[in-house]
C-alpha cells in the first residue's frame, strides 16, 4: 500500500509533472524542487484528506440507514450532524480542488520551467544637476499674499 492517500486531482497531476505522484514527492524533497510543485503537492495532500472524511461521512450515513438496520436505531440529530458535516467536507473539497486546478492551469510549460530566468541589473551613474541641489527651508511653504 502506498503511503499517499489517492486523489481525484491525482492524474491531473501526473500529466502535469510528468511523474506519478510518489514520484513527485521525491522531487520535491530535493534541492532544485520547484515552489510550483511544493505548492501542488501542499494543496493534493489537503485535497486527499477532505476526500476522505467526505467518503467516511458518506459510508457512516449509509450504514445507518441500510435497510437490515433496526428502525429504532435512526436519529434524525444524527442524521444533520452528518449532513452538516458532509456539506463542510464537499465545500472544503471543491476549495481545494478549485484551488490545485487554478494553479495548475497558471503554471508555466514544462518548456518555460526548465530554463533558467536571466535578469540583468541595470545601474543608474548619472550625476545630479546643480538645480538638483536641496531645497531652501521655506521650499513648500504657501507663498505671501501680495498686495
Known sequence: MSRFKTSTMDAEL????????PELHEAAA?????PAL???????????????????????VHADMD?????????????????QWLEAALDARDGYRAA????LRTMPSP????????TTQLRATATLP??????PSRAGAAPARRP
Not at 546643480?130 to 531645497?135: L, T
Request: net charge positive; hydrophobic share 40%.
Open 111 to 118: 518548456d518555460q520551467r526548465a530554463r533558467p530566468v536571466r
Open 67 to 83: 435497510p437490515g438496520r433496526d428502525m429504532g436505531e435512526l436519529s434524525a440529530d444524527k442524521l444533520r450532524f452528518d449532513a
Open 30 to 34: 530535493g534541492p532544485d524542487a520547484s
Open 130 to 135: 546643480p538645480s538638483a541641489a536641496p531645497a
Open 14 to 21: 501526473q500529466k502535469v509533472f510528468g511523474n506519478p505522484v
Open 38 to 60: 511544493a505548492r501542488a503537492l501542499e494543496l493534493r495532500s489537503f485535497l486527499a484528506l477532505t476526500e476522505e472524511q467526505v467518503a467516511r461521512v458518506r459510508d457512516r
Open 100 to 103: 490545485l486546478g487554478e494553479l
